[in-house]
Structure formats: C-alpha cells, structure tokens
C-alpha cells in the first residue's frame, strides 16, 4: 500500500482581508482536500505546527479544526493525531441523503456564527473566558457536595422517574426559597425544569401561538430570544436605561404614541438602537462609570393586533447582559403599566439570588403581582452547579399542571438525583451558607474588574456597574469593528461575547464578565483586549 505523502503548507491567512482569519483557513483545507492535494487517510500536522505554519495563534487553528469536524472532514482519533476521514466527493455519491436540507428544517434556529464559535472555544485550552456566563469552578462548594453526596449514598435507595410537577421534597423546598425572597406561593405553583431555558422552551410551544409577540428589554439574553424565534413568535425590543427597562418607552409601544423618529430625524422603526436619544420622561440617573451606556430612543408602536397576543420578557435583578438591577420604584410602575394594557410578564429571575448591592435586593416582580398575570423563573444554574440541570416555574397551578403535561413529552421530568441534591442544599441551610460567601467573592471580583477597567478604559468607553450577578456592559466610545475585534482577540487567547449577539441591532458593546475569571486573569484579559481595541479603531 502507498504512503500517504506528509502534508506541506505553504500558505498564509491574508490579516488585510475583510474574511475572518479563521474562516479562511478552513476555505483553504477544504480547498486543499476537495482537490486531492490533502488525501483522505492525510495526518493533519500538530496543532502547535499547523500555527507556527499559519502564522496565528493555536485557538485560532482549533477553532478551524473544529469546524472542519463538524463538517466531517477531519476526526481525531486516539493517539493518532487528527486525520482527513472524508472530502467532498463522498457527499455526492448515489443515494447519499441530503443532510443540509434536514439540518436547514429543523424547528429550532441555528445559533449565529459568533455564537457557535463561542460555545466551541469555551472548552479550548489556553483560551480566557472574558465574557462568558458561568461561575469560575474554583468556587465550587466541594466539601458542601461531599456531605451531600455521602447523604444520598445513605439514603437513596431507587432512582426512578419522578412526578410531573417534579419531587414533592424539591417544591416544597423552591416554595419556602421563594417565600423568602418575598413571592407568596405553595408548592402546588411550582414546576420543577431541566433548567430555565427549558421553561422558556415549554411556555413558548404551550402558552403562546405562532405568531405572537414578545417584548424584550434591547439588549437581552440571546438564549431566551431564540426559543422564541424557533417557536415562530415575533420579538419587539424595549431601550433600558440605568434603571432597567424603559417603562415610559414599554407605554408608548403599547398605546401607539411613540415618536418613530430620534433627535436626528433618523427612522428607529424596529426598535433602532443609537445611542443619541433622551427619555421621553424622568428617568432616575444611572450608575454608570465614564459615561452614560444604555441610552436608547423609544421604539415605534406595535399594533395593537400584536398587543392582544403579546407577553413581556425581562430579567429585572443583575440583567443579562448589562448587568442593571431595576429598583422598587420602577417595578411598581412597571406592573401598574402591565395591568393597565393586560400585558402578561415572564420574570427571568436566574440573578436573583446573587444581588449584593448595598441594602436588601429588590423584591420579585411575582410579589406585586395581584392577578396572577407574572410567571416568574428560577435556576440552580448560575449561583450552584450548572451541570445539575435545575429549574423551575412559579405560576397559577392551572400553568403548572398545562406545564408538566408538556415537560413529560419531552423528558419525562428533571434527574431525580439532581432534584434530592439540590432539595438538600435548601432544607438543609447549605444553600444560603455558600450564596453569602459567594456573593462576597463576586463583590471582590467586581470591584477589582471595575478598578482595572479605570486604569485601561478610560477614554476608550464607559460601563455599567452593577449590584449583582456576573456582567458588566462595556460600550466603546467611538465606533470598534466588533467582529474582527472578537477575531484578533480570540487568535490573542481571550474569548469575547460581542454585544451585538444580545440586541436587536450593533450596538458598539461586549459583556463582560468578572464571575469565571480571577482578578489577576481579568487584568490580563482586559488588557489584551484594550490594546486590541485601539488597533481596530476605537
């Protein structure tokens, strides 16, 4: 049998084009491949070669690598490096299924390339993490989860499915949590979820038709918006400012005397986005460094055809991007206004435990709530484990019970053991033990992210400073090429989340995060990201 020749490269990325570098890496071994310079049984050269031969940094050739393995092109096997399995031949032989129109049909949409390039160098090494939504695994309550875990070995004696609703043991639990924070409700209104998102998921395939609309603060979190948008339903985008979500903005959507139009005469049809319009009422001032960075003009009206089939969405405590906790004062206004035009509200209350601001955090929205029209959100997700998979609904029972219907076409309940464990962390006071502590820790950490954004940003862009939660709304002063600054930072080694993923339209921004990164690692980052940005314009 032939030798398959050793593969040689002589070619570079060209830095002046407007193709992403690691897009045209990926034309160029696929070029390499269709053509038979590369054949099939070809062993890619090292990772740490194949960057040295590229002229770019090692995430950027893992980054290709992992697309062309998606592709199929390449796999890598066990101690043998990663191989060429197949090129573009073998697609079209008779009788192979057209898998891209299959993929193209599919209900749910497909994350935009930023976003898929996001989700992948997440797990690559060397890669810091600079936006992204997770708490850093350093602050993992391991001795907590060693009594726990030695508990269950005790006491369980069989996992199988649970109810519906979820174990009796964990509603009770999320009933007494939430009864703390302020919302009144028993265990009959709560549903326990496979994570938040997958409430979004069962309220948009249950609860509302195609064709609906959901009103976002702009920016919003992008998971939440595309759940909607795979369910066929419609987005309209309210501005925030300092404060949260423009209730003044949200009342003239609703009754149609918006002003379509900004100070410049510019068209914001669709909730255009630009930074140079004033509230149309007192807003309170917001807490920003350096500036003001959510000002917004009122978007046009929606009809009022839309309105009569129309749900409001927000995350009012330690928002997702921005990091804006909505205070009292305009939660009250904005259930007055929600009742007044019969706008149900879904709560994302996934932060809600994580606000260390001065004074007591922010009542839920759910406990202004006198007619049953907010269903409000939890997770485990973002202040204990992720991987345990953990949300849940608090809602009229009648929701729950339509809710768990729905949940058992689809997974047959929540993981019995993730529901004992987290059950026990509640009862137990462990939860509200390792939050406190937790809540320092991020206090720490976003005060250290905020001291090196003084000393690198200054000038260059103003921020948000948030009470809570993970985020920090960065917004360059003048205008960045947001997409090639997300490339040359990531073939730097860090790893952004541009604004734009989250908002309905540019918007010059990136969220930041201080809750996966040390201070020390933040500092770098940031000051990685600062001599990027300079170089491509702000």
């Known amino acids: ?283 309170t001032p917001p807490d920003f460094r350096s500036g003001s960075a959510i000002q917004r003009p009122v978007p046009s009206p929606i009809s009022r055809r839309r309105t009569d089939d129309a749900v409001l969405y927000t995350i009012p405590t330690n928002h997702n991007p921005t990091g804006v906790t909505m205070p009292d004062a305009r939660r009250r206004e904005l259930i007055d206004c929600c009742v007044a035009n019969r706008l149900p509200i879904i709560e994302d209350g996934a932060y809600q435990d994580l606000y260390f601001g001065d004074g007591p955090a922010p009542t839920p929205l759910k406990s202004l709530d006198k007619t049953g029209m907010v269903i409000t959100l939890g997770s485990a997700s973002k202040a204990l484990a992720p991987g345990l998979r953990i949300g849940w609904i608090v809602a009229d029972r009648s929701i729950v019970h339509r809710l768990a219907d729905v949940k058992m076409q689809m997974d047959y309940g929540a993981s019995t053991l993730s529901q004992w464990v987290y059950a026990r962390f509640l009862d137990s006071g462990l939860y509200d033990e390792y939050v406190a502590g937790l809540k320092r820790e991020l206090r720490r950490r976003r005060d250290a992210a905020l001291d090196t954004l003084d000393r690198l940003f200054a000038g260059l862009a103003h921020w948000t400073v948030p009470q809570g939660g993970f985020y920090i709304w960065l917004t360059f002063d003048q205008p960045v090429k947001i997409g090639r600054l997300f490339q040359l930072a990531l073939e730097r080694g860090v790893l952004l989340n541009p604004g734009d993923v989250y908002d309905f339209e540019g918007d010059n921004a990136l969220r930041l995060s201080y809750s996966y990164t040390t201070p020390e690692e933040f500092a770098r980052a940031a000051a990685v990201l600062a001599t990027t940005a300079r170089e491509t314009g702000a």
């Open 1 to 283: 049998m032939a030798r398959i020749a050793p593969i040689s490269i002589d070619w570079t990325p060209d830095r002046a084009s407007d193709v992403p570098v690691t897009e045209q890496i990926v034309d160029f071994m696929c070029r390499q491949v269709s053509s038979g310079a590369w054949p099939i049984g070809s062993r890619l050269p090292s990772q740490r070669a194949l960057a040295e031969a590229f002229g770019v940094n090692r995430s950027t050739v893992i980054a290709a690598i992992g697309e062309l393995a998606d592709y199929g092109i390449v796999e890598g096997l066990h101690g043998a490096g990663t191989r060429i399995v197949s090129n573009t031949w073998s697609l079209m032989l008779p009788g192979a299924p057209d898998w891209a129109d299959y993929v193209s049909s599919g209900f749910f949409r497909a994350n935009n390339a930023t976003m898929q390039t996001i989700n992948r160098m997440e797990f690559a090494r060397g890669v810091t993490r600079l936006g992204t939504g997770e708490l850093d695994p350093r602050l993992f309550p391991r001795d907590m989860w060693r009594r726990v875990a030695r508990e269950a070995a005790d006491e369980i004696d069989a996992i199988g499915y649970p109810e519906p609703e979820g174990t009796p043991a964990l509603r009770e639990a999320i009933a007494a949590h939430m009864r703390a924070t302020g919302v009144d409700c028993t265990a009959e209104q709560i549903l326990v979820t496979s994570g938040a998102l997958q409430a979004l998921q069962m309220i948009s395939v249950s609860l509302l038709s195609a064709g609906s609309t959901v009103i976002a603060e702009a920016p919003s979190y992008i998971k939440s918006l595309q759940v909607f948008q795979s369910a066929g339903i419609r987005l309209a985008g309210v501005p925030m400012d300092g404060d949260g979500l423009r209730v003044d903005a949200l009342r003239a959507m609703l009754d149609g005397s918006a002003n379509r139009s900004d100070d410049s005469g510019a068209d914001t049809t669709g909730a255009g986005l630009p930074s140079n319009a004033q509230s149309a009422a007192p807003i």
